[in-house]
T-cell receptor
Framework: DTAVSQTPKYLVTQMGNDKSIKCEQN?????MYWYKQDSKKFLKIMFS???????INETVPNRFSPKSPDKAHLNLHINSLELGDSAVYFC?????????????FGSGTRLTVV | EDQVTQSPEALRLQEGESSSLNCSYT??????LFWYRQDPGKGPEFLFT???AGEEKEKERLKATLTKKESFLHITAPKPEDSATYLC????????????FGTGTQLKVEL
């Protein structure tokens, strides 16, 4: 029973393509997040949704568009992919307010743009 | 600017050789400091939350402590299975639910 699941786990694509990453959580959490982890392991927040409403939108190119059809799902669509978008993207969830235990993370999607 | 800095970047220990990892932070209004463990190819896994200076939490060979400026993750008599990247993150006033992460300490424990 995976708590936070992301698909696909690996994604290799060419520059200029459009791709999507899907995330689902079965923890009953109200808040979901997208984080980007670069090659130096630095995790940086991109977006956060609370009950389908966008509440955090960090300085991210508008080629990245999150969508939350319901509070258990948060998808990330990326247009016109660039080499610099190569990274591991993590989805996470938490109760509203963040929770005592912080976030529960998915296992990540490794995106490679060639 | 709110910042989280972890040191050292990498640490190599012999099995049984105790040590500490450091996480220093410069945020206004700390609302929680979190420690995570990350294994290769996996997402970060929650270890501890600390809320106020003087607080300590323990789990097996790990003990986390918090002061007003930094947190330490003490590893006592580590084993090879403790090898991982340890990440520190903070939640602060004005940041909503956002966790701001440090760059991590990559720990390798050898036989």
């Amino acid at each position: 029973d995976t708590a936070v699941s992301q698909t696909p786990k690996y994604l290799v694509t060419q520059m200029g393509n459009d791709k999507s990453i899907k995330c689902e959580q079965n923890l009953g959490h109200d808040t979901m997040y997208w984080y980007k982890q670069d090659s130096k392991k630095f995790l940086k927040i991109m977006f956060s949704y609370n009950n389908k409403e966008l509440i955090i939108n960090e300085t991210v190119p508008n080629r990245f568009s999150p969508k939350s059809p319901d509070k258990a799902h948060l998808n990330l669509h990326i247009n016109s992919l660039e080499l610099g978008d190569s990274a591991v993207y993590f989805c996470a969830s938490s109760p509203s307010g963040g929770g005592i235990g912080g976030y529960t993370f998915g296992s990540g999607t490794r995106l490679t743009v060639v | 600017e709110d910042q989280v800095t972890q040191s050292p970047e990498a640490l190599r220990l012999q099995e049984g050789e105790s040590s500490s990892l450091n996480c220093s932070y410069t945020v206004s209004g700390l609302r929680g400091l979190f420690w995570y463990r990350q294994d290769p190819g996996k997402g970060p896994e929650f270890l501890f939350t600390l809320y106020s200076a003087g607080e300590e939490k323990e789990k097996e060979r790990l003990k986390a402590t918090l002061t007003k400026k930094e947190s330490f993750l003490h590893i006592t008599a580590p084993k090879p299975e403790d090898s991982a990247t340890y990440l520190c993150a903070v939640r602060f006033t004005g940041g909503g639910n956002k966790l701001t992460f440090g760059t991590g300490t990559q720990l390798k424990v050898e036989l």
